[in-house]
């Protein structure tokens, strides 16, 4: 993987920034959501969401209607794993049962994105699990342009609003080196995510136990 500094956030009047991000990526191969919000809005990439129907129902949903002054990507909805939203009486809260692998996500990823080339962000609910198995997935295939979301769409809405506003909210962030995510590889440059820093803001961590596709 490239040795990246993070830079700091987006806004679209600095060309320098755009510029030096559109260079990273993909070989990078993850983005924060200050950097994915630059390379969708600048550099042509396409969100992937790719949780499932009842969990964007019931946490939210990107933008369905995008700014009129937004000439970037698109954003596409085709769910990894479907799991239904359930009440669990022991942990007090909706959760997500009935797991199943999605057989038909490579397919329809195929129908939205015909050539190999199209560049794509990633993005489950917290840029774990799901998102490492996706671009797995998504690698096999033969996708080369492929960068994951860290945080994923957790992370994002609390920086974006639904008109791609930047929110501001309270709070501290840490960096945190020792996760314990799985490190795999996505690129030929040998991007992974062992070293995938999180940020600990309230519960954007998924406490779900996402199965293994």
Known sequence: MKNVTTRALYFPTD?????????????????????ARCLFSDHGY???????????????NYPRSLPSDHFGGKIYEVPLILAKSQYDSEKGKKVMKNQEKNENFLKRVGEIFPDKNAKIIVSCSDGRNRAI?????????????IVGLRGGYNMW???WDAKMRRR???????????????????????ATFQNQDAFQYADWKDDTEWITI
Do not use: K, M
């Open 15 to 35: 060309t320098e920034y755009i510029a030096a991000i559109g260079a990273d990526y993909p070989d990078a191969g993850i983005a924060n959501w200050e950097e």
């Open 46 to 60: 396409n969100i992937l969401d790719i949780r499932c129907e009842a969990e964007i129902d019931q946490i939210g």
């Open 133 to 145: 198995q996706a671009l797995e997935a998504l690698d096999s295939a033969g996708y080369v342009n």
């Open 168 to 190: 501001n909210l309270p709070g501290d962030f840490q960096e945190e080196w020792q996760h314990g995510a799985d490190g795999c590889g996505v690129h030929a440059t040998g």
């Open 157 to 159: 809405n609390r920086t």
